[in-house]
């Protein structure tokens, strides 16, 4: 699996869990779930043990898509490889329903299909734990964000959700032991509405994938 891929994986786990929210346990902030649709900046970094033992690592920032809908995540930007800092400008689809993804390097115009090892969440479970709540912004302009810790397997997830209507995923920090990988993501710019549908149109060059 490419590194890049993980990316999109993580966001994945970090938007939820693929149920209902739970009912109200005492002393805790009501869970919740992201909306249908809606289009953000991500900046995210990771760091993954590849399976010859090495490790990898990137920065990147994207224009994020999600579609409940049409079942599809679309992602397009900048990723930066560490420590060469080697700029890649991709393009990332999932089809959620399939369970494909297809990683497209924009620069070399080839693209990359695999698997979807996990199915996309979409709600805060009733096994998560609440955690702590934090302000973010400053005077007037501020957001509840509530963090949960979120277990799946072998999956440890710190997620940060807004305490509004739209329980949008602020921040995500995931762990995993196979492969091996930390993740951070930070979410800006949410709209709760699809700004480019052309982010799920899976391009020519996939029809003959790596």
Not at 90 to 118: A, F, H, V
Request: with cysteine; aromatic share 10%.
């Amino acid at each position: 699996m490419s590194y890049h891929v993980i990316t999109i994986i993580i966001f994945s786990l970090i938007i939820g869990l693929n149920a209902n929210p739970s009912t109200l346990h005492t002393n805790e902030p009501e869970r919740c779930c992201v909306p249908k649709q809606f289009s953000s900046q991500i900046s995210t970094s990771n760091g993954v043990q590849l399976p010859d033992g090495k490790t990898a690592g990137s920065y990147g920032y994207y224009n994020f898509s999600y579609d409940s809908y049409r079942g599809m995540i679309g992602m397009k930007g900048v990723s930066f490889s560490i420590p060469d800092q080697q700029k890649s400008n991709l393009w990332i689809i999932e089809n959620m329903n399939g369970g494909q993804i297809y990683t497209i390097d924009q620069d070399t115009k080839r693209c990359y299909k695999s698997t979807m090892p996990i199915k996309p969440l979409q709600c805060i479970p009733d096994s998560a734990t609440y955690l702590h709540t934090n302000m973010y912004g400053y005077g007037d302009k501020q957001i509840i964000g509530d963090t949960w810790l979120v277990k799946i397997d072998e999956v440890i997830n710190y997620v940060t959700v807004s305490r509004d209507n739209f329980c949008v995923p602020l921040s995500g920090h995931v762990f995993l032991s196979n492969p091996a990988v930390i993740t951070a993501m930070t979410t800006s710019d949410f709209l709760p509405s699809i700004t480019d549908p052309s982010i799920f149109d899976i391009p020519p060059e996939c029809d003959t994938t790596l």
